[in-house]
């Protein structure tokens, strides 16, 4: 019997309460009747992707949004029971839901369970209200708590919360509240990323060079002492730092994201979402009149990866993770070594004292973290 492939799912559910000022996902508030509408589509495409990935087998699923717990729960059920039916489900696969708090019930989370989720993770993004008041966000620290309790008595193992840096009017003192806050709720897993301003969101209009409150963002040091505060800070609390932005204590990494930062399949299903497979990166249809439609069997945006592309993303994607990434693996899969394709860079930047060679891996330094995008400009090839 031919062993399958290894496969993961994305499944993006664009809906959520209210749009974040500082997000540029493909997210929007809407009624009942339009949920409805697209989740019958999300189910017809499952059925549809199914028959075409027989040969896989699905070992994570991320159910990502928008927010994916404003739907009536009922849908998250019925969307995990037709994977069941249609794909190839690993016993042990992990199974992540995205939620806001304030958006879930105990009925919700007692359904989420019985669908099979395994993992919430909540985007909580900061401690601090007028913080939170500031980005748009719908809820309050102590709604947060309120989530994250009932989520613990409901009986999930399996926690993530999301956390941004760099926050107009945030100080290193208010960073670090927050992450010790968080961090004595002692979740598995911590996602600490700093804010971007993204073009096309009100907080790219008012924030960036030159609009009308872009001194209110921290400056570059005290951006950079809130990165080191955050490994300090959260490795005093027994979290290991396995990625650039994620940290997780012992055997709680994320699944779903080590498997795009090492190259594993994976295929998006819903409005926009993206999936690499077989050497190609593609999306769905993004309009949401055309998916309502049932316009999703066509792929949008394909892209080829050359070999010369796949090499550079081998070092792109895993060099995010601490552990970095192997040369050997590197070897095997392209038929070259490296130090061939590219030849002094690895050297130079052990001898810069960005990167170090052990047992075959190479990875960043902390020093090379700080400056990753220098490190991974190496790889391009001209």
Not at 143 to 171: C, H, I, K, T
Not at 240 to 259: D, F, Q, T, V
Not at 303 to 309: A, I, V, Y
Not at 320 to 340: D, K, N
Request: proline residues 3%; contains cysteine; aromatic residues 12%.
């Amino acid at each position: 019997m031919t062993e399958k492939i290894e496969l993961e799912l994305y499944l993006h559910i664009p809906f959520c309460v209210r749009k974040c000022a500082y997000c540029d996902f493909l997210s929007f508030s809407s009624g009942k009747d339009k949920q409805q509408e697209y989740m019958e589509r999300l189910l017809d495409e499952i059925n549809m992707v199914g028959e075409q990935c027989r040969e896989y087998r699905v070992s994570t699923i991320f159910v990502g949004g928008g927010t994916p717990s404003v739907l009536d729960s009922k849908w998250i059920v019925e969307m995990l029971r037709r994977i069941r039916e249609r794909f190839a489900l690993a016993q042990e696969a992990e199974i992540s839901l995205e939620a806001n708090p304030g958006t879930v019930t105990k009925e919700k989370l007692s359904d989420y369970r019985r669908a099979g989720i395994n993992r919430i993770s909540f985007g909580l993004q900061s401690a601090d209200n007028r913080e939170l008041s500031l980005l748009g966000r719908i809820h309050t620290w102590e709604e947060f708590l309120e989530s994250f309790s009932m989520a613990r008595r409901s009986g999930f193992s399996n926690l993530n919360v999301d956390l941004m840096a760099g926050l107009p009017g945030q100080s290193l003192a208010s960073w670090e509240q927050t992450l010790k806050k968080t961090a004595e709720l002692e979740p598995e897993h911590i996602s600490a990323y700093s804010l971007i301003l993204e073009e096309g969101t009100p907080f790219f209009e008012r924030y960036s060079a030159g609009g009308p409150g872009s001194g209110l963002l921290p400056d570059e040091d005290t951006e950079r002492e809130m990165y080191h505060r955050t490994r300090s800070l959260l490795g005093a609390f027994g979290y290991e730092r396995y990625e650039i932005s994620n940290y997780a204590k012992p055997g709680k990494e994320c699944r779903h994201n080590l498997g795009y930062w090492t190259n594993v399949p994976y295929r998006g299903l819903g409005l926009g979402a993206s999936s690499y497979m077989e050497g190609e990166r593609f999306c769905n249809e993004s309009d949401f009149g055309m998916y309502l439609r049932g316009d999703f069997g066509e792929r949008m945006q394909v892209q080829k990866l050359t070999k010369k592309e796949q090499q550079e993303e081998f070092f792109f994607v895993g060099l995010r993770l601490m552990r970095g990434v192997s040369l050997t693996e590197f070897e095997r899969r392209f038929g070259i070594s490296a130090a061939a394709v590219y030849p002094g860079v690895l050297e130079r930047f052990v001898r810069e004292g960005v990167a170090g060679i052990e047992n075959g891996w190479f990875r960043l330094t902390e020093l090379g973290t700080d400056v990753s995008n220098y490190v991974m400009r190496g790889f391009l090839q001209d």
